[in-house]
């Protein structure tokens, strides 16, 4: 007798739909088929997942384009320059610096004991630093750190000042 490779399933989603399980092992066709009784319905499956993925995609664009309208208030604000490097880094690597410099800013100045003028030396170094890629790549960096990584830097990570500007 052979083992059946057709199971009608009854999913959590209110279907009942056949599953050909003939591409599976015999012995295992049971337990997939017991587990499947715990998952919605493949089509059910991809609409939820469908409008989760659009949503998720809607709120971190939404949420992208406020800290890309923070960062850019912020480096007019504070007189940074801009960025270099490919244009897809140039959003994500201004939004890095931002994230960066003002969490140093709080590290240090407003929660450690800098004064106005140490912090003044600490963000004219960080003008310097005009490579996208850099800010980037110090994403994941505590603000206390800046200091340490600023004195770093290497000549490839500073800008090309124009002379005839």
Known sequence: ??????????????????????????????????WLTTRDCTDCWEAA??????????WLAAKRAQEQQAAAE????FDMPPLEGPK???GWGERCRH??????????VVEGGWEEGDWAELEEKA????????WIDQR??????????????????????????
């Open 74 to 77: 912020w480096a007019k604000r």
């Open 1 to 34: 007798m052979a083992i059946r490779t057709e199971w009608t399933v009854e999913h959590p989603c209110g279907h009942a739909v056949v599953h050909n399980l003939s591409d599976r092992p015999a012995d295992r066709r049971a337990g997939f088929a017991r």
């Open 127 to 134: 003008r310097t630093v005009t490579r996208a890629g850099w």
């Open 99 to 108: 994230q960066l410099v003002t969490a140093a800013h709080t590290a240090l």
């Open 140 to 165: 994941d960096a505590e603000g206390a750190d800046l200091l340490e990584l600023l004195e770093a830097v290497g000549e490839s990570d500073r800008g090309t000042e124009n002379p005839f500007r």
């Open 49 to 58: 997942r469908d409008t989760a993925s659009e949503s998720t995609e809607q």
């Open 88 to 90: 897809k880094a140039l």
